[in-house]
């Protein structure tokens, strides 16, 4: 179609305003398709700072920047004012090295070093029914993870980790490096990563979970419910949160694993922001509280 002056004008002073503009649907914090999210993770990667322009919010310039590049989908790349291309082409280019060099950014990429223990290399071998299965991993620019059984795709690092393959795409792989991957059996199951790249935040912890972290004894206790009901019910080795208490956990390492329960895990997420913000590292609150540790694994712990 042909574009209006007025519109054309419009365009074209976005893509000029910044180095790296991108079109895309959502933002660089909230992206609402698939394709603008792989964008935004490699860019996120690649550079601090770039512009995007949400197409959803403004349909003259979602249909208009198809027409201007010639390119009939979104997300759209620009860099120093040329089109570079859509979510394929950037991560052919980011594969490649060729986006590096076009930002000037030094490629860096390198398998990363990733351990998985012999009962998630069990729980692979089981779901691919016996067959030499590919285990993917990707991890997200907010590090979400993915776990799957797929097959190698180019550009793709290529990882024995104890006989079962493990791959990775570049992008994951440089938020990967020290991985290990385990695997619990308990509460239904499911896999356990654990990754010292992953920025400091108050992590989910299950109460099968829990149990094993006490079971292995690397864990701090913290119970943040009142004097009262703590002595109603609590878990064996846990400490009331109190400023004795606090004292004491002053005097620990920052990467002293900690975790924080409530009544059904409320107050203990509030506890336990606090102590990230504190400059805390690993920081852990029980889902569902004492009443689900009471339902899911002592039930000799009373419920109020």
């Not at 990967?176 to 896999?191: H, K, L, T, V």
Request: glycine residues 10%; aromatic residues 6%; negative net charge.
């Amino acid at each position: 179609m042909a574009l209006e002056e007025q519109l054309q004008k419009q365009i074209s002073q976005l893509i000029d305003g910044s180095r790296v503009v991108l079109f895309m649907k959502g933002t660089r914090s909230f992206p609402q398709c698939g394709f603008s999210a792989t964008v935004v993770q490699i860019l996120d990667d690649l550079v601090p700072e770039y512009q995007t322009v949400n197409v959803l919010k403004e349909h003259d310039i979602r249909e208009g920047i198809k027409a201007f590049s010639n390119w009939p989908t979104i997300p759209q790349l620009y860099v120093d004012g040329k089109f570079v291309g859509g979510c394929d082409i950037v991560r052919e280019m980011y594969v490649s090295g060729e986006l590096q060099g076009l930002l000037g950014v030094a490629a860096q990429l390198k398998a990363p070093n990733i351990q998985m223990t012999e009962a998630a290399r069990s729980a692979v071998r089981a779901a691919g029914d016996g067959k030499d299965s590919v285990l993917r991993l990707g991890i997200s620019s907010r590090f979400e993870y993915e776990l799957s059984l797929d097959e190698a795709r180019k550009g793709d690092f290529e990882i024995d980790a104890g006989g079962v393959k493990l791959v990775i795409d570049p992008m994951s792989a440089k938020r990967a490096d020290g991985i290990s991957i385990d695997f619990a059996s308990e509460g239904g199951g499911g896999f356990r990563i654990d990754n010292p790249n992953e920025p400091a935040r108050v992590r989910p912890l299950r109460p099968a979970e829990l149990k094993r972290m006490l079971e292995g004894g690397e864990v701090k206790l913290i119970d943040v419910r009142t004097p009262q009901e703590h002595d109603i019910a609590r878990i064996a080795g846990a400490t009331l949160l109190d400023g004795e208490a606090e004292q004491a956990l002053d005097a620990l390492e920052r990467d002293t694993p900690l975790v924080f329960y409530c009544h059904h895990g409320m107050r203990s997420q509030s506890a336990a922001e606090r102590f990230v913000v504190d400059g805390w590292k690993r920081v852990y609150n029980l889902e569902g509280g004492i009443d689900a540790w009471s339902r899911e694994v002592d039930p000799s712990v009373p419920r109020y």
